[in-house]
């Protein structure tokens, strides 16, 4: 597995990836919360550039500014990354047994009993712990 560069730390700083990188194995890389911080901290960061650009241009310019970032960099990665994290739970709930167990909690990918993220078809508990939902 490669080590993250420092573009790569850049890109997940702001998880501005619509895939996941092939370092991202240990973890899932998109969670619901990662996915809503990550798109708060981009808008509050054009809206405070937004604001900068209108000591220098017009109006009219700064409004298409602000209108086409936040969409193209603060909404659509988030709303694509989200189904790129949907698709990864559908399939986890599909094919895994931590998927078919009631300790799965979906919303974060993660094992209540455990407190740990559930990535791969091996369950970490080595199934001692699996109940049927
Ligand atoms: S209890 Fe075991 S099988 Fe159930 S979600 Fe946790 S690790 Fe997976």
Redesign the pocket.
């Known amino acids: 597995m490669r080590e993250p560069n420092e573009g790569d730390k850049l890109l997940d700083l702001f998880l501005l990836r619509t895939k996941e990188p092939d370092y991202a194995v240990d973890m899932p890389y998109y969670t619901t919360g990662s996915i809503v911080a990550a798109a708060l901290i981009r808008v509050a960061i054009l809206g405070g550039t937004s604001m900068i650009l209108t000591q220098f241009v017009s109006a009219n310019t700064v409004w298409w500014f602000a209108m086409l970032t936040l969409w193209g960099i603060g909404v659509l990665p988030a709303w694509l990354q989200y189904q790129r994290f949907h698709e990864k739970v559908e399939k986890m709930i599909a094919g895994t047994?931590?998927g078919a167990?009631k300790?799965?909690n979906p919303t974060n990918q993660l094992?209540?009993?455990?407190d740990?993220h559930?990535t791969s078809e091996h369950?970490?508990?080595e199934?001692?712990?699996?109940?049927p939902r």
């Open positions: 047994l931590c167990c300790h799965f094992c209540m009993v455990l740990e559930v369950p970490p508990c199934a001692e712990a699996w109940e």
